[in-house]
């Protein structure tokens, strides 16, 4: 459960951080290790699904005893993409929302 606030906090601040720095400074660097933009969508594509998986988990107990931050990391195992690798693409992406919109 801790693992989980602690994942899920570092992506709503790197998210808050990314969005007031996009106010000043509109020009983010492509980092060196991007991922290919139709591998990001299927992440999060994936991502988005664990989501709302996780919101009926409600009562089956098999389910309860893996945490939301387990089953994002599980994604990222699934595609070979470290963490780090991933927060540096969803801030680069998310720098373009008008572009992919």
Same mark, same amino acid.
């Given at each position: 459960? &801790? +693992?989980?606030? =602690?994942?899920i906090g570092i992506l709503l601040f790197i998210a808050i951080a990314s969005g007031l720095s996009s106010c000043y400074n509109t020009e983010i660097k492509k980092p060196k290790k991007l991922i290919? +933009?139709?591998?990001?969508? +299927?992440?999060?594509?994936?991502?988005? #699904?664990?989501?709302?998986? !996780? *919101?009926?988990?409600?009562? =089956?107990?098999? #389910? +309860? &005893?893996?945490? =939301?931050?387990? #089953?994002?990391? !599980?994604? $990222?195992?699934?595609?070979? *993409?470290?963490?780090?690798?991933? *927060? &540096? !693409? $969803?801030?680069?992406? !998310?720098?373009? #929302?008008?572009?992919?919109?």
């Open positions: 459960m &801790r +693992k989980m606030k =602690q994942f290919p +933009k139709d591998k990001f969508e +299927k992440i999060m594509a994936d991502i988005y #699904l664990i989501n709302g998986m !996780s *919101v009926g988990v409600g009562s =089956q107990n098999t #389910l +309860k &005893r893996v945490t =939301q931050s387990d #089953l994002y990391f !599980s994604v $990222l195992k699934k595609y070979d *993409v470290p963490d780090t690798v991933f *927060v &540096r !693409s $969803l801030i680069y992406y !998310s720098s373009f #929302l008008k572009e992919c919109m």
